[in-house]
């Protein structure tokens, strides 16, 4: 079961993140289904998708953080993650 995780800003400006666990519909981010979903899940995906609202900076340093909750709730080493490049594709356990 994959799981997507959208980070943009709502018409005021306040940041929003929404997640979506398989087909189920998008819900609200909440972090502790995302660690029970790490947890859970070690050989699946995270799709990281960020909207233009954030600048380059910004979407790489919430990339990065993605990868280190990863790497916290997995057990794995950041030298097994790919940390190059603009991908929205966070890889998950190891293959």
């Not at 993140?17 to 087909?23: E, Y």
């Not at 660690?35 to 070690?42: G, T």
């Not at 340093?61 to 603009?86: M, P, Q, W, Y």
Request: net charge negative.
């Amino acid at each position: 079961m994959p799981l997507k995780l959208t980070f943009a800003h709502a018409d005021n400006g306040s940041a929003t993140a929404q997640m979506v666990l398989g087909d189920a519909e998008a819900m609200t981010f909440d972090y502790v289904t995302l660690v029970k979903w790490l947890f859970e899940h070690q050989d699946e995906t995270i799709t990281a998708d960020i909207t233009d609202s954030y600048s380059d900076d910004q979407k790489t340093r919430i990339r990065d953080l993605l990868r280190k909750i990863e790497v916290a709730a997995k057990g794995s080493t950041d030298s097994e993650r790919d940390t190059e490049g603009d991908s929205n594709e966070i890889p998950v356990g190891s293959a």
